[in-house]
């Protein structure tokens, strides 16, 4: 079982980035999936949640408006488009299937 995210870097505020996260190792289109977050120091907070058919979505507060959570089981992939980003966005990132595992991480700073 293995989830791997991508797509993270280095970005200016108000710039935009798309997180991948692929998986392997089960059935993708039967798990939800999760993004969460954790910056330096803080709790690893949930940004977004998508169901196994993509029919539902929810987010955080903070988050809501300028992220999307989409997923495409065909590719065994769930994605996060990131818009209006600010420092405060800054963190690694991370994908979670529900009731299974997490990914490494991908790292994302928003700075100018």
């Given at each position: 079982v293995q989830?791997?995210?991508?797509g993270?870097?280095?970005?200016?505020?108000g710039g935009?980035?798309?997180l991948s996260c692929a998986a392997s190792g089960f059935t993708f289109s039967s798990y939800g999936m999760s993004w969460y977050r954790q910056a330096p120091?803080?709790?690893r907070e949930l940004v977004a949640?998508?169901?196994?058919?993509?029919?539902?979505?929810?987010?955080?507060?903070s988050v809501k408006g300028r992220f999307t959570i989409s997923r495409d089981n065909a590719k065994n992939t769930v994605y996060l488009q990131m818009n209006s980003?600010?420092?405060?966005?800054?963190a690694v990132y991370y994908c979670k299937a529900w009731g299974g595992p997490w990914g490494q991480g991908t790292q994302v700073t928003v700075s100018s």
């Open positions: 989830l791997v995210e991508s993270g870097g280095l970005v200016q505020p935009s980035l798309r120091g803080k709790e949640g998508i169901t196994s058919t993509g029919g539902s979505t929810n987010y955080a507060a980003l600010k420092p405060e966005d800054t």
